[in-house]
T-cell receptor, first 113, second 114 residues
Framework: QQPVQSPQAVILREGEDAVINCSSS?????VHWYRQKHGEAPVFLMI?????EQKGHEKISASFNEKKQQSSLYLTASQLSYSGTYFC??????????????FGKGTHLIIQP | NAGVMQNPRHLVRRRGQEARLRCSPM?????VYWYRQLPEEGLKFMVY????????ESGMPKERFSAEFPKEGPSILRIQQVVRGDSAAYFC????????????FGPGTRLTVT
């Protein structure tokens, strides 16, 4: 089942912070975060694994609450280059991580100067 | 180290023709995933392959669509007798192992069916 992302869209001024949430109805093995600019491929940002291991981007952080089946992506001191659509992709626990990802509908982030 | 390669980048087909989309994973990656993206929507998983094996094709329509990842050469997603509804961006992603590893996406093939 598709994870639910919130908010759907957010507009920020450069330097402000943003939080994007991803919530699943299924127990998760991992949560993956991607950013996609219009007409381009999704770019990997962060992966959070069951058990707390986290791998990703130096300027972006994220959390994964396994009990609540939720993840949040934190963008601090946003830059113009952060604009794009952010997707979370989830892998269900039952597959042990060996599955294709199920993506949310995305969060559109616009950073204004 | 070259990233994930896909070709062609743009493909136009008339209704009823066949479309062949190719994906070469990153060096050292043996796991390939295909996703479809409609305009203004998220990515939808289609199929997951390892060399010479289809691991999960639960997201791929049963008719007209097939995928392979031969021992030598790229992974191929084949769509027979295309219809207008097949128009979309098709992305492939690769990872070094299935579990706990990030998937890196190729630039995509934009298929337009006229």
């Amino acid at each position: 089942q598709q994870p639910v992302q919130s908010p759907q869209a957010v507009i920020l001024r450069e330097g402000e912070d943003a939080v994007i949430n991803c919530s699943s109805s299924k127990a998760l093995y991992s949560v993956h975060w991607y950013r996609q600019k219009h007409g381009e491929a999704p770019v990997f940002l962060m992966i959070l694994l069951k058990g707390g291991e986290q791998k990703g981007h130096e300027k972006i952080s994220a959390s994964f609450n396994e009990k609540k089946q939720q993840s949040s992506l934190y963008l601090t001191a946003s830059q113009l280059s952060y604009s794009g659509t952010y997707f979370c992709g989830t892998a269900p626990q039952e597959g042990g991580g060996a599955d294709g990802l199920t993506f949310g509908k995305g969060t559109h982030l616009i950073i204004q100067p | 180290n070259a990233g994930v390669m896909q070709n062609p980048r743009h493909l136009v087909r008339r209704r009823g023709q066949e479309a062949r989309l190719r994906c070469s994973p990153m060096k050292g990656h043996s796991h390939v995933y295909w996703y479809r993206q409609l305009p203004e929507e998220g990515l939808k998983f289609m199929v997951y392959l390892q060399k010479e094996n289809i691991i999960d094709e639960s997201g791929m329509p049963k008719e007209r669509f097939s995928a392979e990842f031969p021992k030598e050469g790229p992974s191929i997603l084949r769509i027979q007798q295309v219809v207008r509804g097949d128009s979309a961006a098709y992305f492939c992603a690769s990872s070094p192992q299935a579990s706990s590893y990030e998937q890196y996406f190729g630039p995509g093939t934009r298929l337009t069916v006229t």
